[in-house]
């Protein structure tokens, strides 16, 4: 028997007026929607109800939108957006719901495009985490005299692409002291993982494993479901999503999954419950992935333009053994995909090598251009 609808469409935005969409997210309570996009602009809307109601347009970046973030109602009303120029921005609502943004705080210490941002889970306080192509990630961390700080690590040779942070645990033996750590991945075909210790940034050991053969575009974090263990998914060029697990921390990662996709991944997103898996990939096509009993991840839905369309699938079954790692190959940004899917972006151009500049960044500017389709 077929199980039950995982999905639906619940309404679309006008977006003729904007430039290319880049990245769309709403704020923790579903109500409001912040689009990033290439015409320099991030646009904040009231979706309440179904409606598209203008509550502001963010106008300071000097090149095309990639990615913007919302931080947790208890800081107040606060978004994040990083783009081509370099900069990082943080902008607040004054007063909540008034439609009047300011800038809050500029970073202009990245030497490239940054790629992503994201705020962490609020039991860790303000903290911004920032992905770029000069190979760095920085995180900006509001402290008790109303200053940001800032620290960085190298993360990925030739770019750091997107980041993903680990949920807080909400289990009662493991909720007090929760660590912060954080999933990057990059140019460099990796995806690895760090820890803050005493406030310094190290990588973990031992490193996940190498699978994917070209650029990593996307990681996400599954949300906790009560369980001890950890999941991590990242999306790549080589037009695969792997799913890797750690039964505790400190334990080694293990490849538990392997999806092979159509079309080069762009973004990725679990739902809430980390029940479902979103996959964005190609020419704003989307699937839907959910984990079977015996740890495989089976299709069950497809997102487009014009709407949801759900998969006929089979989850039952007795619970079986989790199959062996997958062999890993030698190893040689894009859309946060919300549920609806409705800003899937063209699909970027096949990566070039680029050629020799004095400028070493001229290069990797170039190939973020090309990762977002422009």
Same mark, same amino acid.
């Given at each position: 028997?077929?199980?039950?609808? #995982?999905?639906?469409?619940? =309404?679309?935005?006008?977006?003729?007026?904007?430039?290319?969409?880049?990245?769309?997210?709403?704020?923790?309570?579903?109500?409001?929607?912040?689009?990033?996009?290439?015409?320099?602009?991030?646009?904040?809307?009231? #979706?309440?109800?179904?409606?598209?109601?203008?509550?502001?347009?963010?106008?300071?970046?000097? $090149? /095309?939108?990639?990615?913007?973030?919302?931080?947790?109602?208890?800081?107040?009303?606060?978004? @994040?957006?990083?783009? %081509?120029?370099?900069?990082?921005?943080?902008?607040?609502?004054?007063? !909540?719901?008034?439609?009047?943004?300011?800038?809050?705080?500029?970073?202009?210490?990245?030497? !490239?495009?940054?790629?992503?941002?994201?705020?962490?889970?609020?039991?860790h306080g303000l903290r911004l985490a920032c992905a770029s192509s000069d190979g760095?990630?920085?995180?900006?961390? %509001?402290?008790?005299?109303?200053?940001?700080?800032?620290?960085?690590?190298?993360?990925?040779?030739?770019? !750091?692409?997107?980041?993903?942070?680990?949920?807080?645990?909400?289990?009662?033996?493991?909720?007090?002291?929760? /660590?912060?750590?954080?999933?990057?991945? $990059?140019?460099?075909?990796?995806?690895?993982?760090?820890?803050?210790?005493?406030?310094?940034?190290?990588?973990?050991?031992?490193?996940?494993?190498?699978?994917?053969?070209?650029?990593?575009?996307?990681?996400?974090?599954?949300?906790?479901?009560?369980?001890?263990?950890?999941?991590?998914?990242?999306?790549?060029?080589?037009?695969? #999503?792997?799913?890797?697990?750690?039964?505790?921390?400190?334990?080694?990662?293990?490849?538990?999954?392997r999806l092979t996709l159509p079309d080069k991944v762009e973004g990725l997103s679990?739902?809430?419950?980390?029940?479902?898996? +979103?996959?964005?990939?190609?020419?704003?096509?989307?699937?839907?992935?959910?984990? !079977?009993?015996? =740890?495989?991840?089976?299709?069950?839905?497809? #997102?487009?333009?014009?709407?949801?369309?759900?998969?006929?699938?089979?989850?039952?079954?007795?619970? +079986?053994? @989790? /199959?062996?790692? @997958?062999?890993?190959?030698?190893?040689?940004? =894009?859309?946060?995909?919300? @549920?609806?899917?409705?800003?899937?972006?063209?699909?970027?151009?096949?990566?070039?090598?680029?050629?020799?500049?004095?400028?070493p960044f001229a290069a990797q500017q170039q190939n973020v251009l090309e990762a977002?389709?422009?």
């Amino acid at each position: 028997m077929a199980a039950p609808s #995982v999905g639906q469409m619940v =309404g679309t935005l006008d977006t003729a007026a904007m430039g290319l969409v880049h990245d769309a997210q709403l704020d923790y309570y579903g109500k409001r929607l912040a689009a990033a996009s290439s015409d320099f602009t991030v646009f904040v809307w009231d #979706v309440t109800d179904g409606q598209q109601k203008p509550a502001g347009q963010l106008k300071a970046h000097e $090149g /095309p939108v990639w990615k913007v973030s919302w931080a947790h109602p208890k800081f107040g009303s606060l978004i @994040a957006t990083c783009g %081509y120029d370099m900069k990082v921005i943080i902008w607040k609502e004054v007063p !909540a719901y008034s439609a009047n943004w300011q800038i809050a705080f500029v970073d202009t210490s990245h030497q !490239a495009s940054v790629n992503d941002v994201q705020f962490c889970p609020w039991e860790h306080g303000l903290r911004l985490a920032c992905a770029s192509s000069d190979g760095t990630v920085s995180v900006l961390s %509001y402290a008790a005299d109303h200053q940001w700080r800032r620290t960085a690590f190298q993360a990925h040779m030739g770019g !750091a692409q997107a980041l993903s942070w680990m949920p807080a645990a909400h289990r009662e033996a493991s909720s007090a002291g929760c /660590p912060m750590r954080l999933a990057t991945c $990059g140019c460099d075909s990796s995806v690895s993982v760090w820890k803050n210790e005493g406030e310094v940034w190290s990588q973990e050991m031992p490193p996940l494993p190498s699978p994917h053969s070209d650029w990593v575009r996307a990681v996400a974090w599954r949300p906790d479901d009560g369980r001890n263990n950890s999941v991590i998914a990242s999306g790549a060029w080589d037009k695969t #999503v792997v799913i890797f697990t750690q039964e505790m921390e400190g334990q080694p990662w293990r490849q538990t999954a392997r999806l092979t996709l159509p079309d080069k991944v762009e973004g990725l997103s679990w739902s809430v419950t980390g029940s479902i898996l +979103a996959v964005s990939y190609g020419d704003g096509e989307a699937t839907l992935y959910k984990e !079977a009993f015996n =740890g495989s991840y089976v299709e069950v839905g497809k #997102v487009a333009e014009t709407g949801f369309t759900e998969v006929p699938h089979n989850l039952g079954g007795p619970p +079986a053994a @989790a /199959p062996p790692p @997958a062999a890993v190959p030698q190893s040689p940004q =894009g859309l946060d995909l919300a @549920a609806t899917g409705l800003f899937a972006e063209p699909p970027a151009p096949a990566a070039a090598p680029a050629p020799a500049a004095p400028d070493p960044f001229a290069a990797q500017q170039q190939n973020v251009l090309e990762a977002f389709g422009m």
